[in-house]
């Protein structure tokens, strides 16, 4: 028996590489599936509806491909932390 997946909106938005604004935009306009609520308010989405979105909107995933270049080109020109002492 499997187990049902929980996300948060920070999760979501790393999985699309975007900020965690913008999926409660998508959200309100409707390019995200509608989010349930816990009994405290807080929002959560199913990570299985999450992913079957993510894998049939191609115009998502070149967005989290895009972010994905971006963040390993800032990765590889990031300075290391010269360590005090």
């Known amino acids: 028996m499997s187990r049902v997946q929980l996300l948060r909106a920070g999760e979501v ?3 699309y590489g ?3 604004s913008t999926v409660h ?3 309100r306009t409707g390019r995200l599936r509608c989010a349930r609520r816990d009994p405290g ?3 959560y989405w199913l990570e299985a509806e999450i992913v079957e979105d993510l894998l049939a ?3 998502a995933a ?3 491909a895009a972010a ?3 963040a ?3 990765d590889a020109t990031r300075r290391p932390r010269r360590r005090a002492g």
């Open 72 to 74: 390993t080109l800032v």
């Open 25 to 27: 935009r998508w959200e």
């Open 57 to 59: 909107d191609p115009a």
């Open 18 to 20: 975007v900020d965690e």
């Open 68 to 70: 994905a270049s971006v």
């Open 41 to 43: 308010g807080g929002k």
């Open 62 to 64: 070149a967005v989290s």
């Open 13 to 15: 938005a790393a999985l």
